[in-house]
């Protein structure tokens, strides 16, 4: 899905109190970390990952990658934190993509 410009307004405002729920840290971006990431965004739609100071992944490759594996939207990325979206495939859990579509 191709977000335009006011729906990832809408997505960074929505995020904007969320906590970071997947971390990266020092074994970096391995394929468990990956499947995290990709089953919290299945149940949440929409996340925050945190690269922690231990970590030598860079956030803009990060998001080059996930984009790629997991293919979702990385729709902001401050400092060494990314918001990640992705509509899930469950119907009992699309409750921000239908906001999304709506926009």
Do not use: W
């Not at 391995?30 to 499947?35: F, G």
């Not at 965004?41 to 990658?65: G, M, P």
């Not at 469950?90 to 709506?102: A, G, L, N």
């Amino acid at each position: 899905m191709e977000l335009r410009g006011k729906q990832k307004r809408f997505l960074r405002s929505a995020a904007h109190h969320m906590q970071p729920l997947c971390q990266i840290g020092k074994g970096g971006l391995t394929d468990s970390v990956l499947d995290q990431i990709e089953d919290t965004l299945d149940r949440r739609e929409l996340i925050k990952v945190s690269l922690l100071q231990n970590t030598d992944e860079v956030a803009e490759e990060v998001a080059e990658v996930l984009e790629r594996e997991i293919g979702c939207d990385v729709v902001q990325v401050i400092g060494r934190i990314l918001v990640v979206f992705k509509p899930s495939s469950r119907e009992k859990y699309q409750k921000i993509s239908v906001d999304v579509r709506k926009i």
